[in-house]
C-alpha cells in the first residue's frame, strides 16, 4: 500500500510544478507586455512558494454540502452545457481546492456570501483520474473543472520531447488516455475537461510554436484524444478549448488551432489583466476572433488582475461585461497569490478596494444550480 505521506509528497511535488514553474514561464512574458506600458518596476512577477500539498483525505470527511440545493441522481452533461435564464458560473482555482471544504466557503464569505458553484484544479499526465476530486466538488455543489495538462510537470522544462503533439498522434500515450478516460466514465458524474490550454502560446509542450511540434499538429492531437473517449463511451465530458488571450500570446491563427465543434463544447480563455484599464480592453479582442470560427459558449477559464491602482476599477468593469455578453457563460478567478505560486497576487481579496469591488459585482450574479450527490 502507498504511504500516504508518499501520496501527499507527490501532490505536493505536483502543484509547485504547476504553480511555481509553469506560471513563470507564462507571467515573465506577461511582464514584458506589462513593462512596456508602465515600466517594469510596477510589477511583480514570477518566484514564490510553492502552493500548499492538495489534501485529498479531506473529500471524504469535512465537505460542508449547503442545505439549500438539494441532491440528487448523477444528471447527465447537459444540464451544465448552457445555463438557463442569465444564470452564469462562478468558479475559483485555489491552494488545496476541491480537496478541501473550507478553501470554497472562504472565497464565497469573501465574496460576500457568493459560494463559487465551479472550482478548477490541474491534473498533468503523470497522474491518473480522481474520483475523490469530482466528488468533493460536487458535495460542495460546484461542476469540477480538469486542466488536463499532457506532460511531466514544469520540472521537467518547457520543451518534453516525449510528450509532443507527434507522440499524442501516434498513439504513444493510448494507454494511459484510455486508463484515464475509462475512470472518468466509471465515475459518471459530468467533468469538464481543459485539455492542452494556452495552445497559442510557445511556454508548454503541446503548443505548436514551442519548437517540437508542427502547424497542424493541435488539433489533430485534439481529435486523437477525443476519439478515444468516445470509443470507452466517456461522454459525461464538457470538452473545453482555450487558448490564451491574444495579448501575450504568439502569432499564430487560433482558427488553425481548433479540432471544429464537433470536438468542443466550450470555449475557454486564460485572460490577465497586466495593464489592461478596462475589462473590455483584455477580453474583446480575443472574443471578436474566437466569433469568427464558433459560436460555442465562452468560460473564460482563467482570470485575476495585477495588485495596484488599477485593480479595484478593473474588476469593477469585469462584471458589467460579463453583464454584456450571454454568450459568456462564467469565469474561474485565479486566487492564488506570489507566496502560493502565483507569480504575482491575482487574488480578489488582494486589498481592501479590490474585495470591495469583487463583493460587489458577485452580488449581480445568479447562479447556475449545481447538485451534490446523494448522502453528501
Given at each position: 500500500m502507498t504511504d500516504e505521506r508518499d501520496v501527499e509528497r507527490d501532490d505536493e511535488r505536483d502543484v509547485r510544478e504547476r504553480a511555481?514553474?509553469?506560471?513563470?514561464?507564462?507571467?515573465?512574458?506577461?511582464?514584458?507586455?506589462?513593462?512596456?506600458?508602465?515600466?517594469?518596476?510596477?510589477?511583480?512577477?514570477?518566484g514564490g512558494n510553492a502552493a500548499k500539498s492538495p489534501g485529498k483525505d479531506d473529500a471524504g470527511r469535512s465537505v460542508a454540502v449547503p442545505s439549500s440545493t438539494p441532491t440528487e441522481a448523477v444528471p447527465d452533461k447537459a444540464r451544465f452545457l448552457a445555463p438557463a435564464n442569465g444564470a452564469t458560473y462562478f468558479g475559483i482555482a485555489a491552494p488545496d481546492a476541491p480537496?478541501?471544504?473550507a478553501v470554497l466557503a472562504k472565497a464565497g464569505k469573501d465574496a460576500g456570501g457568493t459560494v463559487p458553484n465551479m472550482v478548477e484544479y490541474f491534473v498533468n499526465w503523470t497522474k491518473g483520474f480522481d474520483p475523490g476530486a469530482v466528488r468533493s466538488a460536487y458535495s460542495q455543489h460546484a461542476l469540477p473543472v480538469i486542466t488536463w495538462e499532457p506532460w511531466a510537470g514544469a520540472a521537467k522544462g518547457t520543451k518534453q520531447p516525449s510528450y509532443a503533439l507527434s507522440t499524442i498522434i501516434d498513439g504513444t500515450h493510448d494507454a494511459y488516455i484510455t486508463s484515464f478516460a475509462k475512470a472518468v466514465k466509471a465515475n459518471g458524474w459530468p467533468v469538464a475537461l481543459r485539455f492542452g490550454h494556452e495552445m497559442n502560446g510557445h511556454w508548454y509542450p503541446w503548443a505548436e510554436r514551442n519548437g517540437i511540434n508542427k502547424p497542424g499538429q493541435f488539433a489533430a492531437a485534439w481529435k486523437h484524444v477525443h476519439k478515444i473517449f468516445d470509443q470507452v463511451g466517456a461522454d459525461?465530458?464538457?470538452?473545453?478549448?482555450?487558448?490564451?488571450?491574444?495579448?501575450g500570446a504568439d502569432r499564430v491563427s487560433l482558427k488553425s488551432l481548433y479540432p471544429g465543434d464537433a470536438y468542443v463544447d466550450w470555449i475557454g480563455m486564460s485572460a490577465y489583466d497586466v495593464s489592461e484599464h478596462t475589462a473590455s480592453r483584455l477580453l474583446d479582442p480575443t472574443l471578436h476572433t474566437i466569433r469568427d470560427f464558433t459560436a460555442r459558449p465562452l468560460l473564460i477559464t482563467e482570470t485575476g488582475s495585477q495588485p495596484g491602482s488599477q485593480k479595484a476599477p478593473w474588476i469593477g468593469t469585469f462584471f458589467p461585461w460579463l453583464k454584456k455578453h450571454p454568450d459568456v457563460i462564467g469565469f474561474v478567478w485565479f486566487q492564488y497569490t506570489h507566496a502560493d505560486g502565483g507569480g504575482a497576487n491575482w487574488t480578489f481579496t488582494s486589498s481592501p478596494a479590490a474585495e470591495q469591488a469583487f463583493r460587489k459585482g458577485a452580488g449581480t450574479l445568479r447562479l447556475a444550480p449545481v447538485p451534490a450527490p446523494a448522502g453528501s
Open positions: 511555481g514553474g509553469a506560471r513563470r514561464m507564462k507571467f515573465a512574458a506577461l511582464a514584458v507586455v506589462a513593462a512596456l506600458a508602465v515600466g517594469v518596476g510596477a510589477f511583480t512577477l514570477g480537496w478541501k471544504s459525461n465530458v464538457i470538452w473545453i478549448w482555450a487558448p490564451n488571450v491574444l495579448r
